[in-house]
């Protein structure tokens, strides 16, 4: 395993999204091609699938230092009211766009941290979503809890909304790790907040923790997981520390490179840790991603329906997802579409009655065909270019990319489809990349990515 880890640890996209953000074409992008491609997709699938809102709720008390998401820090909390009101008069736009009410399948909270904002103040942002909405049959509701500051009465304010799954941000147990990475939290916090979800009557509660961290070793990792165990969240993500210090706006100069695992050491972590999950009852249900058999994730996988996008896995598909918000992306399933990412000149924008967008790709006829294989591949760890749509040129190009994939033994190949292996799927990322056309024409010439180990 230690030969294949430095064999295969090289820059690669997580791939949430096919093109990949960088390789967006910006130039092709125009605004009339997202709110043309929007409509045609609300109008194809609403009254089918409904759609996903993302809400990115992008203030945080501190700066957690391991964090690559988009968020201002700050302990005044006059800024909530201003931002909801400006959230729901995007959702407005839309609306209006769309000529009809859309159906909610799917609603997530991220950030940021969501729960920075009070509970009255989440109350009244839901209230107006959905006010200009109509909830599905069906439905999911969650979002993403701070351990430290999620409170009951949160808890139950969004279980009123409707509100089932909640997620917290582990990381690490280790006060050393902690410290590094400036998100302090006792396992106490972690265990309150928890039993508090499970009383209110939340269906699925998830624990976030990741591996290669600074000061991290594998003795962190098991004693993490062996807290988190006990305390039986039926979801667990188990991510990859993302080490991308040259992106604007994270804290990852606090520490060195000489302060994180070597490859060897975190792939050691990530080996010793699904071990402990799998003994613990918990099936792997994509990348980084675990959850127990009694829950929906693991129903999805099970039934062909998991769905991977830019809120990760979940457990059905929607071909609309609308991201609200400062930074959030927007996915027409034909196109793709990001807001600003400045706080007050989102704000302006809306106010103006401009949909707050600066970028975005529309997708071509390849693209779509490119992005369902590599769907296929993070979401069931197999892919098959049977059905001629899924057929394009450069398959056998993608396959002698593969082969030495194959000689490792972690994929099986033949004339028509491809099968991740058990030993291969902590490569998933690897797996993917020949299948990356864009990026196989145009490598960076700086890197863009985290690495895959």
């Known amino acids: 395993m230690c030969t294949l880890i430095s064999k295969y640890n090289v820059a690669g996209p997580r791939y949430t999204s096919y093109p990949t953000v960088p390789y967006w074409d910006k130039k092709q992008f125009t605004l009339k091609g997202w709110k043309e491609t929007f409509v045609k997709s609300f109008n194809e699938s609403n009254a089918t699938e409904g759609i996903s809102l993302y809400i990115h709720l992008p203030f945080c008390q501190s700066m957690c230092t391991f964090c690559g998401c988009n968020k201002r820090i700050t302990k005044n909390h006059s800024v909530e009211i201003p931002y909801i009101q400006s959230v729901l008069k995007e959702l407005t736009l839309y609306v209006k766009l769309l000529g009809s009410t859309p159906l909610v399948k799917q609603l997530h909270l991220g950030g940021g941290t969501p729960t920075f904002f009070s509970p009255e103040h989440l109350d009244r942002l839901l209230d107006g979503v959905f006010s200009l909405t109509n909830k599905a049959t069906e439905f999911e509701l969650s979002f993403e809890g701070h351990p430290n500051n999620t409170t009951k009465k949160h808890l139950e304010i969004l279980h009123k909304q409707g509100f089932t799954r909640v997620c917290y941000g582990v990381q690490d147990y280790n006060e050393t790790v902690q410290k590094a990475i400036n998100r302090v939290q006792p396992y106490h916090n972690v265990k309150t907040a928890t039993t508090a979800a499970r009383e209110v009557g939340y269906s699925s509660v998830g624990h976030d923790i990741i591996y290669g961290l600074p000061f991290q070793t594998q003795d962190d990792v098991i004693f993490?997981?062996?807290?988190?165990?006990?305390?039986?969240?039926?979801?667990?993500?188990?991510?990859?520390?993302?080490?991308?210090?040259?992106?604007?706006?994270?804290?990852?100069?606090?520490?060195?490179?000489?302060?994180?695992?070597?490859?060897?050491?975190?792939?050691?972590?990530?080996?010793?840790?699904?071990?402990?999950?799998?003994?613990?009852?918990?099936?792997?249900?994509?990348?980084?991603?675990?959850?127990?058999?009694?829950?929906?994730?693991?129903?999805?996988?099970?039934?062909?329906?998991?769905?991977?996008?830019?809120?990760?896995?979940?457990?059905?598909?929607?071909?609309?997802?609308?991201?609200?918000?400062?930074?959030?992306?927007?996915?027409?399933?034909?196109?793709?579409?990001?807001?600003?990412?400045?706080?007050?000149?989102?704000?302006?924008?809306?106010?103006?009655?401009?949909?707050?967008?600066?970028?975005?790709?529309?997708l071509t006829d390849e693209d779509l065909t490119i992005r369902q294989h590599i769907l296929n591949l993070m979401c069931e760890f197999k892919t098959s270019w049977t059905d001629q749509k899924l057929h394009f040129p450069e398959i056998p190009d993608v396959l002698i990319k593969l082969k030495e994939l194959e000689n490792d033994g972690l994929v099986i190949i033949d004339n028509t489809s491809i099968q991740v292996t058990e030993k291969g799927r902590p490569f998933v990322r690897n797996i993917c990349l020949p299948f990356d056309l864009r990026l196989q024409r145009k490598k960076p010439e700086t890197q863009l990515f985290s690495m895959t180990v």
Do not use: C
Request: net charge positive.
């Open 224 to 362: 993490t997981i062996s807290q988190t165990t006990r305390l039986r969240p039926d979801r667990i993500a188990f991510y990859s520390y993302a080490h991308v210090p040259w992106m604007k706006g994270n804290g990852q100069r606090g520490f060195s490179d000489t302060d994180l695992p070597s490859a060897e050491q975190k792939r050691k972590q990530y080996e010793i840790g699904k071990k402990m999950l799998v003994e613990a009852g918990y099936v792997e249900i994509g990348m980084d991603h675990f959850s127990l058999k009694k829950d929906s994730l693991h129903t999805a996988q099970q039934e062909g329906k998991i769905h991977r996008n830019f809120m990760g896995y979940t457990s059905s598909k929607t071909q609309v997802m609308i991201g609200l918000g400062v930074s959030a992306i927007s996915d027409s399933w034909y196109s793709f579409a990001q807001n600003v990412k400045n706080i007050e000149e989102y704000q302006q924008l809306v106010e103006d009655g401009i949909l707050p967008i600066f970028r975005g790709h529309l």
